[in-house]
């Protein structure tokens, strides 16, 4: 029975997630078909939203960075299952989202507007290529152990949970953090820049670059040939002329 209701717990975790998820695309692109979006009618002074918003990034930017730290895990495991770990990271990381969603405020002002109409199909095209290649890496990394699910399903069999093993799988041959670069395109590509939308992508830039360096120390320390793919692989711009080389790593690994 412990077992079942964990499984239901990553599966619900998933399943709030993915809704989160494609609710962020409606809210960066801003889809009519969503109630609040990143941009609109201010609401309140300028000052007073600027604070708000900054301190709804902070909020999700501390959750998602101290939990995912190995210390966090450690001392997290000994009060809930080691299965249902990672689902409860990811539920936290959906319900700090929703949060930032719901209490976002707008904040006016135009930063740049493309009137062009090829640009503006450009920079659409870069936005939606962003969402797509997030969830397209998550997939060649394992899109089921990054979200949980994995690792319920294991336990639910009664199956020691195994880490994967370290690889670089088509796009991690050309940049070491694809899905942080789709985060980029799908942050920064827009016709229209407001002040909001440049302070959610400033913001949000700034954490993913720190983020980068403490997951590449974690992972150096989980995986020692991780050093090597780091010299051989740039982190965010591609060298097409030495995506070949990346092979060597798996083969030393």
């Not at 029975?1 to 494609?22: C, H, W």
């Not at 960075?65 to 990811?90: C, D, G, L, N």
């Not at 936005?127 to 979200?147: E, K, P, R």
């Not at 942050?187 to 909001?196: E, L």
Request: with cysteine.
């Amino acid at each position: 029975m412990k077992r079942f209701a964990i499984f239901l717990y990553g599966v619900g975790s998933y399943a709030v997630f993915f809704a989160t998820f494609l609710y962020a695309i409606a809210f960066v692109g801003n889809s009519p078909l969503v109630p609040r979006s990143i941009d609109g009618i201010p609401e309140m002074a300028f000052g007073n939203a600027l604070v708000i918003n900054m301190l709804l990034l902070a909020v999700f930017a501390i959750q998602h960075s101290v939990m995912a730290r190995p210390a966090f895990k450690a001392w997290w495991t000994r009060i809930i299952p080691q299965a249902a770990e990672r689902s409860t990271y990811v539920l936290l990381s959906s319900l700090a989202l929703i949060a930032l969603f719901y209490f976002w405020q707008p904040m006016g002002g135009v930063i740049w507007q493309v009137e062009n109409r090829s640009g503006q199909l450009l920079l659409s095209a870069g936005f939606g290529f962003g969402w797509a290649l997030v969830l397209y890496s998550t997939f060649l990394i394992n899109h089921f152990d990054l979200f949980g699910l994995r690792q319920v399903w294991l336990q639910l069999l009664g199956r020691p949970y195994m880490a994967l093993p370290f690889k670089t799988p088509a796009a991690y041959r050309l940049v070491r953090h694809p899905l942080y670069l789709g985060w980029f395109f799908a942050f920064w590509c827009t016709p229209q820049m407001t002040a909001a939308h440049l302070l959610f992508a400033v913001l949000s830039s700034i954490y993913i670059l720190i983020g980068i360096f403490f997951e590449e120390r974690d992972l150096i320390r989980v995986h020692p040939e991780y050093r090597v793919y780091r010299q051989q692989v740039p982190m965010l711009l591609p060298r097409l002329r030495k995506a070949k080389r990346v092979a060597e790593v798996e083969e030393a690994a």
